[in-house]
């Protein structure tokens, strides 16, 4: 029996040891840094004491602003600093949001700022291209007193913004969402937004507690796609808040619609009980950088995160993780009551204590990146050890990135035809675009693998019913792999007014030299439109089947082919010269 409690020790001893060395190992290679009010962001190779891998490049008149984010692509998508002439400013205030390639060219400049508006704080990139963006917009003294402000002021009221980029300096608001539409008060019932009961409405902000033009400062800014779920941070009433997103903008100005069903309404809050007239305290101050945590986090999944700036004795700052109640779509509340939880799920206490500004960022391996705005930015395990810095970087945020994130390919898929009679041989095609590497190396897997040869770049199948091929792509040297997908319709004949569906470009890749496939002679009245990644224009013809991007950049290219009384195509090539 005892050496069984001995075994069993030994074992725990192992098991104890071999957890704390996972837990002391780094993640990733890369860590992301703008230093503010400057021109240059960096990426470090953390792994070499460290060493700058990659530095982008801005104009003296366009100084970073407050957040840089390094999406899929290697494009930075950053906030500057622009103030036009009589527009508003400051602290926070941005203005100029950019996206810019790994080779510094900016393909999207859009700027909005003037005495009435202007963006500040953060900004996030979301999937589909577009991006979301924090904006003051001023209410007159007139407006405010109408909607029950007790304080004869104007406000800064906030609002956000999802845009659409359009042109190289312009974009569309698809959609957005106005704090105005969500107040309440209590203290005049003959103005707007009069309720009995502030505890009673915690989903609308109490335009009442605080004061001042800028009495809320929104200042984080996050989006959850499994939820299509937005969260937010607002300074002044120390709160961290969550709105739905799948609402339309008219849906969004009210209080019903979307998934959980209450339109713009807030959906959860935390931080500040106080803020809505209930009882509780959570010790949140000057809160920034509502997020939430990845679902690839082994310790605290889709949890809510936040920059407590003032945590703790001493006013240090702290991250502090909560676990909110979710409900579907929805949050579990008790009205009347403050939201769950009473207290952070976990809190890391720093040994500093920022200016008003930073982030953290949750890695897979459980360790967290912590950036302490204008000092270091440190690596620290789940026990709070420290394990990496970077000191002095002066940067409002930073971002840790695996190796295959920044460096893996891009993957693209397509077909010689995408709708054919069943029984018909198709050409699928596939390429890789690295835009870090020289001259890299790929291997080719498609699935599923009804095909002769599976394993190479551009195999033939011959499908007899529609069919989705997937291609793994990999880049040998490094490991990376990436995927992309293309369906082949089957049909018994195809309709006249699509023949151009069987329209394909190759090479694509190309170096320059686009041909038109034969698949639709008979046609001779047609008309090609070549835009660049941004949607701009940059080549049109009439019945040519040669197109020439020899004299463009590198990049991804759209090519629209329509003819009349047919249903026009679309198709995306990548310039590799």
Not at 129 to 146: F, R
């Amino acid at each position: 029996m005892k050496k069984r409690i001995l075994t069993l020790q030994l074992i725990l001893l192992i098991c104890l040891f071999a957890f704390t060395q996972a837990s002391a190992q780094q993640w990733g290679l890369y860590t992301l840094y703008a230093t503010k009010t400057g021109t240059q962001a960096f990426l470090i190779d953390t792994a070499n004491t460290p060493v700058t891998y990659h530095t982008w490049n801005f104009t003296s008149t366009k100084k970073s602003a407050y957040s840089t984010y390094l999406i899929p692509g290697d494009t930075l998508v950053r906030t500057y600093g622009y103030t036009a002439t009589g527009g508003m400013t400051g602290g926070g205030v941005t203005g100029g949001v950019q996206k810019v390639l790994w080779d510094n060219t900016v393909v999207w400049d859009y700027q909005y700022n003037s005495s009435t508006y202007t963006l500040h704080h953060d900004i996030c990139p979301l999937p589909n291209g577009n991006v979301l963006m924090i904006a003051y917009e001023v209410k007159t003294v007139a407006e405010a007193t109408q909607a029950g402000a007790s304080s004869s002021t104007s406000i800064w009221a906030e609002k956000i913004m999802e845009v659409k980029p359009t042109g190289a300096t312009t974009g569309t608001v698809v959609w957005e969402w106005h704090l105005w539409d969500h107040l309440c008060q209590n203290v005049n019932a003959a103005k707007d937004n009069y309720v009995t009961s502030i505890v009673n409405s915690p989903q609308l902000m109490n335009i009442n507690y605080g004061t001042g033009q800028d009495r809320w400062h929104m200042n984080g800014l996050d989006y959850n796609s499994t939820l299509n779920q937005i969260a937010i941070s607002i300074h002044n009433s120390n709160e961290i808040y969550v709105i739905d997103h799948s609402t339309t903008t008219a849906q969004a100005a009210t209080h019903t619609g979307g998934n959980s069903g209450k339109g713009g309404d807030f959906l959860y809050r935390w931080g500040n009980p106080a803020a809505y007239g209930a009882t509780g305290t959570t010790d949140f101050n000057v809160v920034h950088d509502a997020h939430w945590v990845p679902s690839d986090n082994p310790n605290y999944p889709n949890y809510l995160c936040a920059y407590n700036n003032k945590g703790g004795s001493g006013n240090v700052t702290a991250i502090d993780i909560i676990n909110p109640p979710y409900n579907g779509y929805n949050y579990n509340l008790t009205l009347g009551s403050a939201y769950a939880p009473t207290i952070y799920s976990y809190r890391f206490t720093s040994a500093f204590s920022a200016q008003d500004e930073g982030n953290s960022q949750q890695l897979p391996n459980g360790n967290m990146l912590v950036n302490n705005a204008f000092g270091a930015i440190y690596e620290v395990n789940a026990a709070g050890t420290q394990l990496w810095t970077k000191a002095s970087t002066n940067s409002s945020h930073a971002y840790r990135f695996s190796l295959c994130y920044v460096r893996g390919p891009i993957a693209t898929a397509g077909a010689s035809s995408t709708s054919v009679t069943s029984g018909t041989p198709v050409t699928l095609s596939s390429s890789a675009l690295s835009v870090t590497e020289t001259s890299p190396t790929y291997t080719y897997s498609w699935s599923p693998a009804t095909m002769t040869n599976p394993n190479i770049a551009n195999p033939v199948v011959t499908p007899n019913s529609t069919t989705t091929y997937t291609v793994l792509i990999t880049n040998t040297s490094l490991g990376c792999t990436s995927t992309a997908s293309v369906t082949i319709s089957t049909t018994v004949g195809i309709n006249e007014n699509d023949k151009l569906a069987n329209v394909s470009l190759f090479p694509n890749p190309t170096s320059g030299i686009i041909n038109l496939s034969e698949d639709f002679v008979g046609i001779n009245d047609f008309e090609i439109v070549v835009s660049n990644s941004i949607g701009k224009i940059i080549l049109q013809a009439n019945n040519e089947r040669i197109i020439d991007l020899s004299t463009f950049s590198n990049g991804i290219y759209y090519v629209m082919i329509r003819a009349k009384g047919m249903n026009s195509i679309n198709k995306k090539v990548i310039l590799i010269k």
